[in-house]
């Protein structure tokens, strides 16, 4: 079983991210669950959501917040200065984050891997949100995918199709773009 | 051809009132179960869904106007949560007393104030009496199933019934779901061919005054009905799993053959315990699930069996009725009441107000199970800073 968790901003749509993610394992077969961890939500307020991948040909049925995940999604880098955000990651495990800056520049402990992409940017690029608040989550998955090999691109693609009911093209070309852009840190 | 598709529970539950084809739903949103009446309102919007929508100001109001259809008799469904059901609450007792089979779909939340949308059964449970059936669904897949099972019976037996789903744990996780196709249910769930229907054309009173003479056999009536529909749960569970390929009963096993141990659950926090009793098992400790999937009608005479010469019992109560126990944990005390060899039954209560509780919550409770002597009346699990254990007299233990 594979446990991930999200972190965004409200807007963001950390918890479509999870759904996505979720459906894109499910088309090729797997058992899956996604969930938001809700509070009352606001713009701008920190979102988590999560989702866990059972093993080819096993289900699930564990209900509870994910504390141990083997990766994380950071849909905006500025939450890692809380650290709640990395807490109880599994180590080697992938923080995916977005920001314009080199992994090396997040300074997150060695024990981690760590990507980053330019999320923001390449929404923008695809007219996804506004300048202000960027919709950066299919972007983040395109990243997340090429770091982990969870699932494949085009299960992804698949994905967006399925559970982003706007601007499908676009959300799938700023998966496409953040696929090929991402830059995967060094072990340390 | 059934569908698999990736969904949440609310969801489900729409696909549950539009596979069932509900004709009348009538709704008040209010959160976590907005996405339930959101999507079925889209659905019948845009024909999908061949019902009528009806807006309302309230939940008294959603709950009179499905009385109304379902009097008209039109197959009528409706969904709330938390303080909307608490709203409802002189309408459902009229759909019981009136013979109407609503079914109705709570997103159990917890009660304010504190104002919470979490996970808390205390809502559902607080309506154990008006006289509708209730059933709690564990899983997506029956948050769907459950609603078309409810109008099987309940259009037997004239009388409404509502499925339990727990706040954002089922009603906002998404995970894989059957839809069954059209024809299937169609075949399991006939057209609702009502005795009596308002009909302008042979117009008669209803609900009107009744004297000293008829009250209590109307009363009595609907007690006899809900004993019966205890035995169409059974028959009609089973004829879903041969018509629709997932059998269902109002209790469910898991583990328990030689379960010396035996933990009682009901609702999604029953799926850590199942993982829970599997570990516990690796360890070597002999521990079963009972799954309490209707309340009402109560499975007395089942768990009395079940239970019978087990060693000891845990009752898992996501809720709370102040001056006694746990909901559940009173009922299962009063189903063995007077057998034999019933065994001594422990309630914790948990996870209220949408608390995690985790496998490994689970598993402590066990071994607090295990080991401890008096079961008292209640024992809280997670208070923060208090071990498990009975309420202590200090009142200065929370300060």
Same mark, same amino acid.
């Given at each position: 079983?594979i446990?991930?968790? $999200?972190?965004?901003?409200?807007?963001?749509?950390a918890?479509?991210?999870?759904?996505?993610?979720?459906?894109?394992?499910?088309?090729?077969?797997?058992?899956?669950?996604?969930?938001?961890?809700?509070?009352?939500?606001?713009?701008g307020?920190?979102? /988590? %959501? $999560?989702?866990?991948?059972?093993?080819?040909?096993?289900?699930?049925?564990?209900?509870?917040?994910?504390?141990e995940?083997?990766?994380?999604?950071?849909?905006?880098?500025t939450?890692?200065?809380?650290?709640?955000?990395?807490?109880?990651?599994?180590?080697?495990?992938?923080? /995916?984050?977005?920001?314009?800056?080199?992994? %090396?520049?997040?300074?997150?402990?060695?024990? $981690?891997?760590?990507?980053?992409?330019?999320?923001?940017?390449?929404?923008?690029?695809?007219?996804?949100?506004?300048?202000?608040?960027?919709? =950066?989550?299919?972007?983040?998955?395109?990243?997340? =995918?090429? %770091?982990?090999?969870? /699932?494949?691109?085009?299960?992804?693609?698949?994905?967006?199709?399925?559970?982003?009911?706007?601007?499908?093209?676009?959300?799938?070309? %700023?998966?496409?773009?953040?696929?090929?852009?991402? =830059?995967?840190?060094?072990? =340390? | @051809?059934?569908?698999?598709?990736?969904?949440?529970?609310n969801?489900?539950?729409?696909?549950?009132?539009?596979?069932? #084809?509900?004709?009348v739903?009538?709704?008040?949103?209010?959160?976590?179960?907005?996405?339930?009446?959101?999507?079925?309102?889209?659905?019948?919007?845009?024909?999908?869904l061949?019902?009528?929508?009806?807006?309302?100001?309230?939940?008294?109001?959603?709950?009179?106007?499905?009385?109304?259809?379902?009097?008209?008799?039109?197959?009528?469904?409706?969904?709330?949560?938390?303080?909307?059901?608490?709203?409802?609450h002189? @309408?459902?007792?009229?759909?019981?007393?009136?013979?109407?089979?609503?079914v109705?779909?709570?997103?159990?939340?917890?009660?304010?104030?504190?104002?919470?949308?979490?996970?808390?059964?205390?809502? &559902?449970?607080?309506?154990?009496?008006?006289?509708?059936? @209730?059933?709690?669904?564990?899983?997506?897949?029956?948050?769907?199933? !459950?609603?078309?099972?409810?109008?099987?019976?309940?259009?037997?037996?004239?009388?409404?019934?509502?499925?339990g789903?727990?706040?954002?744990?089922?009603?906002?996780?998404?995970?894989?779901? &059957?839809?069954?196709?059209?024809?299937?249910?169609?075949a399991?769930?006939?057209?609702?061919?009502? &005795?009596?229907a308002?009909?302008?054309?042979?117009?008669?009173?209803?609900?009107?005054?009744?004297?000293?003479?008829?009250?209590?056999?109307?009363?009595?009536? &609907?007690?006899?009905?809900?004993?019966?529909?205890?035995?169409?749960?059974?028959?009609?569970?089973?004829?879903?799993?041969?018509?629709?390929?997932?059998?269902?009963?109002?209790?469910?096993?898991?583990?328990?053959?030689?379960?010396?141990?035996?933990?009682?659950?009901?609702?999604?926090?029953?799926?850590?315990?199942?993982?829970?009793?599997?570990?516990? #098992?690796?360890?070597?400790?002999?521990?079963g699930?009972?799954?309490?999937?209707?309340?009402?009608?109560?499975?007395?005479?089942? @768990?009395?069996r079940?239970l019978?010469?087990?060693?000891?019992?845990?009752?898992?109560?996501?809720?709370?009725?102040?001056?006694?126990?746990?909901? !559940?944990?009173?009922?299962?005390?009063?189903?063995? !009441?007077?057998?034999?060899?019933?065994?001594?039954? !422990?309630?914790?209560?948990?996870?209220?107000g949408?608390?995690?509780? #985790?496998?490994?919550?689970?598993?402590?409770?066990?071994?607090?199970?295990?080991?401890?002597?008096?079961?008292?009346?209640?024992?809280?699990?997670?208070?923060?800073?208090?071990?498990?254990?009975?309420?202590?007299?200090?009142?200065?233990v929370? #300060?």
């Amino acid at each position: 079983m594979i446990e991930l968790r $999200f972190h965004g901003r409200g807007g963001q749509g950390a918890v479509v991210a999870s759904k996505t993610l979720a459906q894109a394992a499910f088309l090729s077969g797997r058992y899956v669950q996604s969930y938001p961890d809700y509070g009352v939500e606001r713009r701008g307020a920190p979102v /988590v %959501a $999560f989702a866990r991948i059972a093993e080819e040909g096993d289900d699930l049925f564990v209900r509870q917040d994910i504390r141990e995940p083997h990766h994380l999604l950071v849909l905006d880098a500025t939450l890692l200065t809380n650290p709640a955000v990395l807490a109880g990651l599994q180590p080697g495990g992938w923080v /995916v984050a977005n920001s314009p800056d080199s992994p %090396a520049s997040l300074g997150i402990d060695g024990r $981690f891997r760590v990507a980053t992409v330019d999320a923001s940017r390449i929404a923008l690029d695809h007219g996804l949100g506004s300048a202000a608040q960027p919709v =950066v989550n299919t972007a983040i998955l395109g990243a997340f =995918v090429r %770091a982990t090999g969870v /699932v494949t691109l085009r299960d992804l693609l698949a994905a967006i199709r399925h559970e982003v009911p706007v601007k499908a093209e676009e959300n799938q070309l %700023a998966a496409s773009d953040a696929h090929e852009q991402v =830059v995967l840190g060094v072990p =340390v | @051809m059934p569908e698999r598709l990736l969904l949440t529970g609310n969801h489900a539950a729409a696909y549950g009132a539009m596979l069932s #084809r509900a004709e009348v739903i009538s709704a008040y949103p209010i959160t976590p179960q907005t996405m339930i009446v959101e999507l079925l309102s889209e659905l019948t919007a845009s024909g999908k869904l061949d019902a009528t929508f009806i807006t309302v100001e309230s939940e008294h109001s959603a709950m009179a106007a499905c009385v109304g259809a379902s009097a008209a008799g039109a197959r009528t469904y409706t969904a709330t949560s938390g303080q909307g059901l608490a709203l409802m609450h002189e @309408m459902l007792h009229w759909a019981v007393g009136a013979r109407l089979p609503v079914v109705l779909t709570n997103v159990s939340r917890a009660m304010a104030p504190g104002w919470s949308i979490w996970a808390d059964q205390t809502d &559902i449970l607080s309506q154990r009496d008006v006289g509708w059936m @209730m059933l709690f669904a564990e899983s997506v897949q029956e948050a769907q199933d !459950f609603i078309i099972w409810s109008y099987r019976v309940a259009e037997q037996v004239h009388l409404p019934a509502m499925v339990g789903m727990d706040a954002f744990i089922l009603s906002h996780t998404a995970e894989p779901l &059957i839809v069954h196709d059209q024809s299937a249910v169609d075949a399991y769930l006939p057209k609702f061919e009502p &005795i009596y229907a308002l009909d302008p054309e042979d117009p008669r009173a209803y609900g009107g005054l009744v004297n000293r003479d008829h009250y209590f056999e109307l009363r009595y009536k &609907i007690f006899e009905a809900m004993d019966r529909a205890g035995e169409l749960l059974v028959a009609a569970g089973e004829e879903f799993g041969e018509v629709l390929g997932r059998r269902y009963a109002p209790l469910e096993g898991y583990l328990l053959d030689d379960a010396e141990y035996v933990i009682v659950s009901a609702g999604a926090l029953t799926s850590n315990v199942r993982q829970a009793v599997r570990d516990a #098992r690796a360890r070597g400790i002999k521990v079963g699930l009972l799954r309490l999937v209707a309340f009402r009608p109560f499975p007395v005479a089942a @768990m009395r069996r079940i239970l019978a010469g087990r060693r000891k019992v845990a009752v898992l109560d996501r809720n709370m009725g102040p001056g006694h126990s746990g909901i !559940f944990a009173a009922e299962v005390r009063s189903a063995l !009441f007077g057998s034999s060899s019933a065994p001594e039954v !422990f309630d914790y209560v948990v996870g209220l107000g949408g608390r995690d509780v #985790r496998v490994e919550t689970i598993l402590e409770v066990l071994d607090d199970l295990i080991t401890r002597d008096d079961p008292e009346m209640a024992l809280f699990v997670g208070v923060k800073g208090l071990p498990i254990g009975p309420i202590r007299k200090e009142a200065e233990v929370l #300060r």
